[in-house]
């Protein structure tokens, strides 16, 4: 299975400001998907990633305040914009491999205050 | 929509056996399992891809019921190890894109 890493593990941030994840695969895939988990609940789509095309995000979720980019197939980043509180969560990618299965990365802990 | 998962929570002494069951309102083609400790990303654990399928992965089983867009997972002989939130995820298909809807999550305790 595909190995995943993300960056920063964990942040803390001020309120206004954004903050730019990173996930990085050992491996090309096609599909990298990007998930919010909030503390206690189950985690929630944010937008499916393919590389050289347009993210596509779900409901509830606007590319104005999680822009995404997938420049190549190993690799892409999450923002999380114009951040509040609301927004203090821990976000995941994760890749579909050809099993159909997804494997996930370590996830991003968000704390905005 | 989000499949629902019962029961929400569940505590077991080591050895004993538990179900999980998660349910769909809309038709399911394919369900998957996944496993997550506290404080980890979640873990692939089986995907069952037609209505009638079992499957295993050491005493952990599941089923799939396509006509009742069920689906159960089966602990057996639990072990400590087994403790964490156990999600299914229901797919979809939009063109060529896919994605997985999560359950709403089982808490699973295991205890000495």
């Known amino acids: 299975s595909a190995v995943i890493s993300q960056k920063p593990s964990r942040d803390i941030c001020q309120r206004g400001t954004s903050l730019t994840i990173q996930c990085q695969v050992d491996?090309?895939?096609?599909?990298m998907f990007w998930y919010r988990q909030q503390p206690g609940q189950s985690l929630t789509l944010i937008a499916t990633a393919n590389q050289g095309s347009e993210a596509t995000y779900e409901s509830g979720f606007v590319i104005d305040k999680f822009p995404i980019s997938r420049p190549n197939l190993t690799f892409s980043t999450l923002t999380v914009s114009n951040m509040s509180p609301e927004d203090s969560s821990i976000y995941l990618c994760?890749?579909?491999?050809?099993?159909?299965?997804?494997?996930f990365g370590p996830g991003t802990r968000l704390t905005v205050l | 929509q989000q499949p629902v998962q019962s029961p929400q929570a569940v505590i077991l002494r080591e050895g004993e056996d538990a179900v999980i069951n998660c349910s769909s309102s809309k038709a399911l083609y394919s369900v998957h399992w996944y496993r997550q400790k506290h404080g980890e990303a979640p873990v692939f654990l089986m995907i069952?891809?037609?209505?009638?399928e079992q499957k295993g992965h050491e005493k952990i089983s599941a089923s799939f019921n396509e006509k009742k867009q069920q689906s159960s997972l089966y602990l057996t002989a639990s072990q400590l190890s087994y403790s964490g939130t156990y999600f299914c995820g229901t797919p979809s298909y939009t063109g060529t894109a896919s994605k997985l809807t999560f359950g709403t999550g089982t808490r699973l305790q295991v205890t000495l």
């Open positions: 491996s090309q895939v096609t599909m």
């Open positions: 069952l891809l037609k209505g009638g």
């Open positions: 994760s890749v579909e491999e050809e099993s159909l299965a997804q494997f």
